[in-house]
């Protein structure tokens, strides 16, 4: 009630542990890398859902890419989204000054979130001086763009966990993933891994981030998780995936279970 949130939403957990705190226990698992990036662990993997980071982890390393995860602040999408501008902008320099070094050592650094490669490559070149937000966005990727990448230049899809006989996956593309143009990544690097890919064309979900957590949109959201459930229709024996947050949350509701990251799918020890 004090934050506005709508009682007929379920909020997120948190995770029993972060992944940050995983991969400290844990480390790098590849001495002599073909690349070297560095993981943007966002608010939501670290905290909530560090299953779709550890995947993501796991899937650059089985093709050869050591995966560096330094402690970076938020992004600054939720305070921009509000209207906050500056203290967006405060949390664009700091990531800026969390990066750069990595940048320097020539590491690219990738994204799990699309809405946080949103921030790095379009909404920074407001936010920061003109050479240091080309530099960052010349050098972010999402994470199923760079694996692309990967397989393009001869990485080995046989390293990641491939599809059995007739896995059908329904994929609903994050809404700034597809201006982007990430969708067309996932799509490709899913079915190298052997999977039938079907689509939604419904661009928006409902929830909008914090949007349709809202007591005040609550029905708005509603009619437009309607319109994607309407287009995607029936997906029994499907897999379901969104590479966005509060989609993958709208799916699991809509369809009353879980609807993980794209790369959960190609990690060596998902199913």
Known sequence: ?????????????????????????????????DHDVVLYADVYTNYFDPARGKAAIE???ALGVRVHLPEVPESGRAPLSQGMVETARSR?????????????????????????????????????????????????????????????????????????????????????GRTLGLDSY??????????????????????AGSFGYKREYYEVSEVVGDRLRDDLGETAGERLVADGTSCGARLAALYDRPAPHPVELLAPTGK
């Open 1 to 33: 009630r004090v934050a506005g949130v709508d009682s007929r939403r379920d909020l997120p957990t948190f995770a029993p542990e972060t992944l940050r705190a995983w991969y400290a226990d844990r480390g790098p698992c590849v001495t002599d890398p």
């Open 59 to 61: 899937t650059l390393e």
């Open 92 to 176: 664009a320099e700091a990531v800026n000054a969390a990066l750069v070094g990595h940048l320097d050592r020539g590491r690219d650094v990738v994204v799990v979130e699309p809405s946080d490669l949103a921030m790095f490559r379009g909404d920074y070149e407001r936010l920061l001086p003109e050479r240091s937000a080309e530099r960052l966005a010349d050098g972010t990727y999402g994470i199923m763009e760079y694996l692309y990448g990967l397989l393009e230049n001869g990485g080995d899809v046989d390293a990641l966990s491939r599809a059995g006989s007739s896995v059908t996956v329904a994929y609903h593309a994050h809404c700034q």
């Open 186 to 207: 996932t799509t490709a690097v899913l079915e190298a891994a052997g999977y039938e890919v079907r689509t939604s064309n419904v661009e928006c979900c409902g929830m």
